[in-house]
């Protein structure tokens, strides 16, 4: 088994490059799949997300390949196969966009219930009913959701609640479909924008993304061509936090400040120093930050994906916070972890109450889920001592490079095997 160990008390400083968005890479790979013919996408991470759905797409009949660092070639015109295949269905959330692609180019599904991070239940039942409200039908059996349709057709979709996921998948399947669909409470995360973006570079009529009601005019085809997805706003917020956390000062290049508002006004409510530019960010801090309260929302609110990270950042700092956890029902499983190493944290539901101060210690610890894992690493960089990070899988999910990168600004962090010793100053 992996691990990541870490020596804390270094100061991380210096340039750090934010990869390619991995929530939109995701969906965008997938959306390929309406494109009978090449498209190029550019900018992709290359974690063990995109990987999976690269075999995917290949075991469908395409062809996905990296033709050179993070310029990936997808040829879908073979694809031929409406059955996803559960070994690697299961692997990943992002694995729920097959449905709406391939409901949407060959009008039937076949798709194992999506994996990925647990941290609480999260239905499928608003995809299904954008599905049902653009003229498929479905059958759930034995974790198989098969859907289908003779024709879809646009249609007016109200989600009941804000989801990326739904809204993402209705706008796959409804962007062939006959006639207009409009999204009403749609989700409105910087991926959508991108999603929605990639597609109607391919041909497709969408407009309104970025807000709460998109419309979706369907088109005959979609034609390749070349696309750039955005940069990793969950990945630079982590590096801001990890900046603030060990009184760093880093500069976060390749980002949209804009996306990152939220944190940025968080980490100024602290007292770190923020300092933005048209493509960067400056991070600095110095001494005892300011206690802070934090509620998770859709976007434009406080991103979920940064909560553990923003929490972890709390334990150092001087008084109480509350953390308010509102898009996730069991997002506080990792807090178990951060108490092993000296963190003075009381979860009760969906709200954490954060006592600052504390020194954390090094401990062997284990990712809960992909943020939950960056998280520790944090902790890790913050604490006293040596600590052992477990469960890499779920950080090999979205960090590109995470301990390279990590290096690169000073922190003393190297991955290793169990029983392999480290080679670097202040680890045996």
């Not at 750039?228 to 936090?241: L, N, S, W």
Request: hydrophobic content about 45%; glycine content about 10%.
């Amino acid at each position: 088994m992996e691990k990541y160990v870490i020596l804390g008390g270094a100061k991380l400083e210096g340039e750090v490059e934010i990869s390619g968005a991995k929530n939109s890479a995701v969906a965008i790979i997938v959306a390929a799949l309406l494109v009978k013919d090449v498209c190029v996408i550019e900018n992709v991470p290359a974690v063990s997300d995109t990987y999976v759905l690269m075999d995917i797409i290949n075991q469908l009949g395409g062809k996905a390949e990296f033709v050179s660092k993070g310029t990936l070639r997808i040829d879908a015109r073979g694809v031929d196969c409406i059955e996803a295949p559960y070994e690697m269905v299961s692997k990943i959330r992002a694995s729920s966009y097959l449905m709406g692609a391939l409901l949407g180019r060959f009008g039937h599904a076949r798709v194992a219930m999506p994996g990925g991070c647990d941290f609480g239940v999260r239905p499928i039942d608003l995809h299904l009913k954008g599905f049902e409200a653009l003229g498929a039908e479905y059958t759930v059996e034995h974790g198989l959701v098969d859907i289908h349709a003779e024709k879809l057709s646009g249609a007016e979709i109200y989600m009941d609640t804000v989801s990326v996921g739904a809204t993402i998948n209705v706008m796959l399947a409804a962007a062939l479909a006959q006639g207009q669909t409009v999204i009403e409470n749609a989700a409105k995360e910087p991926h959508i924008v991108d999603v929605a973006n990639f597609l109607n570079s391919m041909g497709a009529n969408i407009k309104g993304a970025g807000t709460d009601v998109i419309k979706i005019k369907g088109v005959e085809s979609l034609h390749g061509g070349t696309y750039i997805v955005i940069p990793d706003q969950i990945e630079a917020g982590t590096f801001m936090i990890a900046a603030a956390a060990t009184n760093g000062d880093v500069l976060i290049k390749n980002v949209i400040p804009k996306h990152l508002d939220s944190v940025t006004a968080k980490l100024l409510e602290m007292g770190a120093e923020v300092e933005e530019y048209d493509d960067a960010i400056r991070v600095k801090a110095s001494g005892n930050l300011k206690k802070v309260n934090v509620k998770t929302m859709p976007h434009p609110g406080f991103p979920t994906d940064l909560q553990p990270q923003m929490l972890t950042l709390l334990t150092r700092t001087e008084g109480t916070s509350i953390v308010t956890e509102n898009v996730w029902d069991s997002r506080f499983k990792y807090v178990d972890e951060l108490r092993r190493m000296g963190a003075n944290v009381t979860v009760d539901g969906r709200t954490a109450i954060v006592e600052g101060g504390a020194q954390l210690t090094g401990s062997p610890v284990s990712s809960t889920d992909l943020r939950a894992g960056a998280a520790l690493v944090i902790a890790g960089l913050m604490a006293n001592g040596v600590t052992e990070v477990y469960n890499l899988k779920y950080i090999d999910r979205g960090y590109e490079n995470f301990e390279q990168k990590l290096r690169s600004l000073g922190a003393q962090i190297t991955r290793r095997k169990d029983g392999e010793k480290c080679h670097f100053a202040g680890i045996a």
